[in-house]
């Protein structure tokens, strides 16, 4: 799990290019609707230190309000 989370969050891969690392479609889909469907929630809590390269807040920005998945 750690690997496909790193490849999506951190390295802002999509799932067509985490599947073609060798991870199963299924797999790589219900992570990455995890994380997004979680979006919401890193919005309303109080700004925590950054411990990656990337932020979920200013470096990561989907959009919470119309249900947006990738497809």
């Not at 496909?4 to 479609?25: H, N, S, W």
């Not at 299924?26 to 309303?44: F, G, H, L, P």
């Not at 959009?63 to 947006?68: A, E, G, L, M």
């Amino acid at each position: 799990m750690d690997p496909i989370l790193k490849a999506y969050v951190e390295d802002d891969l999509a799932i067509d290019q985490i599947t073609d690392m060798g991870f199963d479609r299924d797999t790589v889909t219900k992570i990455a609707r995890m994380v997004d469907r979680s979006e919401y929630k890193r919005r309303q809590t109080a700004p925590g230190i950054k411990i990656t390269p990337r932020n979920f807040g200013r470096d990561r920005r989907l959009p919470i309000t119309n249900k947006f998945k990738e497809e």
